[in-house]
Structures are given as structure tokens and as C-alpha cells.
């Protein structure tokens, strides 16, 4: 009787994403705000995979990771931040069926494809502070290639999963996400048909593929800072913990935001709140990263530094004889 009911109903060719419930005057304004936030991201994280690519002393497993994490960054805003900086100038909200549908792919299986290059980057940190004179035979190319496509095919098969069973969904209206961009929850939410099938898919996927990367990564870091806490002197541990701490920050991060949006319960009070804790992860980690990772790396300011030099060089060699 509920399946004839349902599908004597229309279904909904377009969603409208409420995201942030504000005045009209201040729609302008965000723009702005987060065209800078998308222009500072997009040349962060480039900046980063240009430098690893450039400069050799960076042509190390650590930084190999590093470039797989920013051009995952980079996907990440290109699949967020245009359609967010759309709406905010021309107002417009609504989001085709199939437009929803492959922002809810990409996001997942990038969100996915980031818990296990974090998971991997922590293996490599432990490697090199747990068994360091192990480390180059351990972690040799070959590995960190597998380890690297492992992350994103990972992501991809999960999502792929996810995305079939999505694809089977009726939706009949309302038709009003009450999200930024077509998160899972969110738009799960607003189907008419049965969504046990896919809730017990997610639920399974992120016990098998999200769940152990994060529990490689705290036992990781437990390993890194016991090894750390038994170096005798004090510059050792400084210079032990200086190769890891960008990691830790990147990885607290994420996945303490993770934890407040998707673990905590969902109240009508705390809408704006889980709103603007994803507005974290999906929209400032990734600019936090290419900063994180510049700030705090000597290596990255060296070959920052590097490329500055080389670019000078260049530029004064071709420059023209009337100006020499």
C-alpha cells in the first residue's frame, strides 16, 4: 500500500539547499569572504604539488603523500565551494537531481579517500621515527604508489556502493536540504522510499573502511609518541616530533570536526551550529593545510624559497638588454 502510495507521488527533479539562513544584504559580502577562502585554497595546495614536483630534495615518500593530500584538497573545494559562491551571487539555491547526486559522489568518495591517505601518512610517520633504520628499504616507490592508489580506490569502491543505492531513491518532496551541499544525512532525510537498505550500507562501509584507517592512525601516533617520550635528550624529541607535528594538527583537525558533525546527536537547536562545524572540514581544512604544512615545515619553506630563487634567476637572464 506505501509503495502504490508512493509512487502515485511526483518526484522531485530539483533540490533547494537552505544553507545559511541569513539577510539578503549580507549575500554579497560572503561572496567575497569565500571567493578569497577559494582563490587562497586553490593556489595553497597547488603551490604545494608544483613544489614537490619541482624540487628534488622533495621527492621523498612523506611529501609523495603530501601531494596526493593537496590535490585531494583541491578536488574537494572544486566540488563545494562553486556552487556555494553560485548561490551566494545570483541567489539562486536549487540543485538538480543529478547535480546533488554527483556532489554527493564526489564528496564521499574524497572525504572517504582522505581518512586512508591520513591513515597512510601516519604509517610513514612511524616508520620513519619507530624503525628509521629500516625505513628506505620498508617504504620504498613501489609501496608508496600501492599505498597512495589503495587510499583512492578505497574511497572510490565505497562511495560507488553508497552511490548505487542512492541512485534507487524516490524523492517526492519536500525538497529542501537543509545543508550547504548535498551532504548524506541531510538528503537521506527527504526520501520517500525505504532507506534501510542504504543506512545499513553505510553504516557496514564505514565500519570496514573508515573505521580502521582511523585506528591505524591512533595506534600510529601512540607508537610515535612512545618512541618520542624515550629519546634521552631534549633536541631529539624536539626533532622527532618537528617531522610529525604538521600531521597531527591536520589529522586532529579532521577528524575532530568529523566526530562533532556526524557522531554527536542531532538536535533542532544546534542546525546553525553542525553547519558551521562542516563549513570547517569541508571549506577551512583544506586551506589549513597547504598553511600548516608551509608554516611549520622547514622543507617546504627551503623549496619555497628554492623555486623564489630559480624564478629570479630565470627572470633576470631573459630579461630584455634595454632594461639590463
Not at 542546525?271 to 608554516?295: C, D, G, H, Q
Not at 623549496?303 to 638588454?321: D, E, G, I
Request: with cysteine; glycine share 4%.
Amino acid at each position: 500500500m506505501a509503495d502504490a502510495e508512493v509512487g502515485n507521488q511526483t518526484s522531485i527533479a530539483e533540490f533547494i539547499l537552505l544553507g545559511f539562513e541569513i539577510l539578503p544584504e549580507l549575500q554579497m559580502l560572503l561572496f567575497l569572504l569565500f571567493f578569497i577562502l577559494y582563490i587562497a585554497t586553490m593556489a595553497g595546495n597547488v603551490l604545494i604539488i608544483v613544489l614537490i614536483i619541482a624540487v628534488r630534495h622533495l621527492h621523498t615518500p612523506m611529501y609523495f603523500f603530501l601531494g596526493n593530500l593537496s590535490c585531494l584538497e583541491t578536488c574537494y573545494t572544486c566540488t563545494i565551494l562553486p556552487r556555494m559562491l553560485a548561490s551566494f551571487l545570483t541567489g539562486d539555491r536549487t540543485i538538480s537531481l543529478s547535480g546533488c547526486f554527483i556532489q554527493f559522489f564526489f564528496f564521499g568518495m574524497l572525504a572517504s579517500t582522505e581518512c586512508c591517505l591520513l591513515s597512510v601518512m601516519s604509517y610513514d610517520r612511524y616508520l620513519a621515527i619507530c624503525k628509521p633504520l629500516h625505513y628506505a628499504a620498508l617504504m620504498s616507490d613501489r609501496l608508496c604508489f600501492k599505498l597512495a592508489a589503495g587510499s583512492w580506490i578505497s574511497g572510490f569502491t565505497a562511495v560507488s556502493i553508497i552511490s548505487l543505492l542512492f541512485l534507487q531513491l524516490t524523492f517526492c518532496g519536500p525538497n529542501e536540504v537543509d545543508h550547504f551541499f548535498c551532504d548524506y544525512v541531510p538528503v537521506i532525510k527527504l526520501s520517500c522510499s525505504d532507506t534501510y537498505q542504504i543506512e545499513l550500507a553505510a553504516y557496514s562501509l564505514d565500519c570496514i573502511v573508515l573505521l580502521p584507517p582511523f585506528l591505524l592512525t591512533l595506534l600510529s601516533y601512540i607508537c610515535i609518541i612512545t618512541t618520542i617520550l624515550r629519546i634521552p635528550s631534549t633536541s631529539g624529541r624536539q626533532k622527532a616530533f618537528s617531522t610529525c607535528s604538521s600531521h597531527i594538527s591536520v589529522v586532529t583537525i579532521f577528524y575532530g570536526m568529523l566526530v562533532i558533525v556526524y557522531m554527536f546527536p542531532r538536535t533542532n537547536s544546534l542546525r546553525a551550529l553542525y553547519k558551521i562545524f562542516s563549513l570547517f572540514y569541508t571549506v577551512l581544512t583544506p586551506l589549513a593545510n597547504p598553511l600548516i604544512y608551509s608554516l611549520r615545515n622547514k622543507d617546504v619553506k627551503e623549496a619555497l624559497m628554492t623555486v623564489f630563487y630559480m624564478f629570479m634567476n630565470w627572470k633576470r637572464t631573459h630579461a630584455s638588454p634595454e632594461l639590463c
